[in-house]
């Protein structure tokens, strides 16, 4: 799957009292990546809850490298790792904004549930617009 582009300018109060961004906000990024890679698909999550099918985080892991300034601009790359069937995964990377320097790496799993708050595996209209995009280069 190609992987979709998001940016995010990290604001005053993404940092602590060194002036580096707080560890908790890179899945706050990670969730801007998610949100913006389901909208490029057509497929915004409000839409996805409208049908009933809900996506809580179950796994989530984030290893830091450099960190994040205030006022720096982070490019957030996310795709999805469809080799998982009972799940959806999605791997991220967040760089500088010169795309020259790795920030963060990580990534969420994400169960699906229905209105009844049941595990299902992943509905067949999510696996159609992801499949769909596969075929993109």
Not at 23 to 39: A, H, P
Request: charged fraction near 25%.
């Amino acid at each position: 799957m190609p992987t979709h582009r998001a940016t995010c300018r990290v604001i005053y109060g993404d940092t602590d009292n060194m002036g580096q961004a707080y560890y908790g906000n890179y899945f706050r990024w990670f969730e801007i990546g998610r949100n913006e890679l389901f909208r490029s698909l057509g497929l915004a999550y409000t839409s996805v809850e409208s049908r009933g099918i809900f996506l809580p985080v179950a796994e989530a892991y984030c290893k830091y490298s450099v960190p994040a300034k205030y006022d720096d601009l982070l490019i957030i790359e996310t795709s999805i790792d469809t080799r998982l069937k009972g799940a959806i995964k999605f791997d991220y990377r967040i760089f500088s904004e010169n795309a020259q320097t790795l920030l963060a790496q990580g990534y969420t799993k994400h169960a699906c549930l229905n209105r009844e708050g049941k595990v299902v595996r992943p509905p067949k209209f999510i696996k159609e617009v992801i499949e769909k995009n596969l075929q993109k280069p």
